[in-house]
């Protein structure tokens, strides 16, 4: 079974501050990790996700992510966040399958609020 | 891309009725749907997956009877809750998974649907 941590239940930052929203996860096999974003009453936006190759991976709206496999992490971080980034924001992962479709398994998420 | 179509957006429905959520996979074929639940300022939880033309997977304490799940069709799954309650008052967000081109493996989900039972 997998598991997510995600560190910070709230992170508030002034505008066009970096940020970095930390992810951990476990698992006793290989997986796939994703970001996603979520606007209140809305679904699930993909921001990134990282299956295999580069670890540092780039996502929309200038966000990136680097995939650190000894420290089991998939920290988000923008350099210059806008008050439109404001929302909750989920670490997920899924189970590396080669091809089958696994459930996604999510943090707790995230809340970023970006403050004028 | 890959769009799920979740309907309704909201509902409100009186306690004791039942209420049906859909949602349809509009330019792919989605054999796998996952219905998620989320609480006001939580995770979203995985209920069951569905896998059309087969019953559905319930995770563990989920009540079956309560939340029926139909797959009929490679672009329709649906949840019926069933004698709906206030507690049963949530968020529900359909999710398909993904493997083909464009997107390559991931998955995608619906806008979700916002019952209050009341």
């Known amino acids: 079974a997998q598991s997510v941590t995600q560190l910070d239940s709230q992170v508030p930052v002034f505008e066009e501050a970096p940020v970095e929203l930390r992810c951990n996860y476990s698992s006793s096999v290989s997986v796939y990790l994703f970001w996603y974003v979520q606007y209140p009453n809305q679904g699930l936006q993909l921001l990134l996700k990282?299956?295999?190759?580069?670890?540092l991976v780039k996502g929309i709206n200038g966000f990136e992510a680097e995939f650190n496999k000894s420290q089991t992490s998939f920290h988000l971080r923008k350099p210059s966040v806008h008050i439109s980034d404001t929302a909750e924001y989920f670490c997920?992962?899924?189970?590396?399958?080669?091809?089958?479709?696994?459930?996604?398994?999510f943090g707790k998420g995230t809340l970023l609020t970006v403050n004028p | 891309g890959a769009v799920v179509s979740q309907h309704p957006s909201w509902v409100i429905c009186k306690s004791g009725t039942s209420v049906k959520i859909e949602c349809r996979s509009l330019?792919?074929?989605?054999?796998?749907m996952f219905w998620y639940r989320q609480f006001p300022k939580q995770s979203l939880m995985l209920m069951a997956t569905?896998?059309?033309?087969?019953?559905?997977?319930?995770e563990q304490g989920v009540e079956k009877d309560k939340f029926l799940i139909n797959h009929a069709s490679l672009t329709l799954s649906t949840l019926t809750v069933t004698s709906a309650h206030p507690e049963d008052s949530s968020f529900y967000i359909c999710s398909a998974p993904l493997t083909g081109p464009p997107e390559g493996y991931g998955y995608t989900f619906g806008s979700g649907t916002r019952l209050t039972v009341v």
């Open positions: 569905s896998n059309e033309g087969s019953k559905a997977t319930y």
């Open positions: 990282y299956l295999s190759g580069s670890t």
């Open positions: 330019d792919f074929q989605a054999t796998t």
């Open positions: 997920a992962v899924s189970r590396n399958s080669g091809g089958s479709n696994y459930k996604l398994t």
